[in-house]
């Protein structure tokens, strides 16, 4: 048995207005504001997890209404000891833009509500940071850097 979990996290930006897609979920310590993430399958590759991930949690598909801009690759590494005993989390962060369609929460009946977040309101709001887990900021550097855009 592994002490590692490998997962994915998408960053999701809004192409026009540079905000970022932040799901809400209420599951004790873990309750707040996230982005897209979820753990990568046995046999299942990381492109695989990630497209799985976005289209359980939103309804989005990559390709059709998200272009992946890159990867932050060994960014994301964290231990939640009470969720997950003796484990560590490796996490691949991927950046994704947002151009179009319907987001549809709750197939994943892990999320409750979602909303476009402003950069600093995202970053703050984000329960990952209560760990020390800073992606947020890094994510939204790499995707200002990547596109040539300025917030």
């Known amino acids: 048995m592994s002490d590692v979990i490998y997962s994915v996290i998408n960053v999701i930006i809004h192409r026009d207005t540079k905000k970022i897609l932040m799901l809400y979920r209420e599951e004790g310590i873990y309750s707040g504001h996230e982005p897209v993430k979820g753990k990568i399958k046995k046999s299942e590759m990381e492109g695989a997890a990630l497209k799985r991930e976005t289209s359980d949690e939103t309804g989005l598909e990559i390709g059709e209404h998200l ?85």
């Open 67 to 151: 272009k992946v801009v890159g990867r932050l690759d060994g960014y994301y590494v964290a231990k939640q000891e009470e969720k997950f005993p003796g484990k560590t989390i490796n996490g691949t962060v991927f950046v994704s833009e947002y151009s179009n369609g319907e987001i549809k929460i709750g197939g994943d009946k892990e999320h409750k509500d979602w909303s476009w977040m402003a950069y600093e309101e995202a970053n703050k709001n984000c329960w990952l940071h209560k760990f020390g887990d800073n992606i947020i900021e890094p994510a939204y550097e790499y995707y200002l850097e990547r596109t040539g855009v300025t917030a």
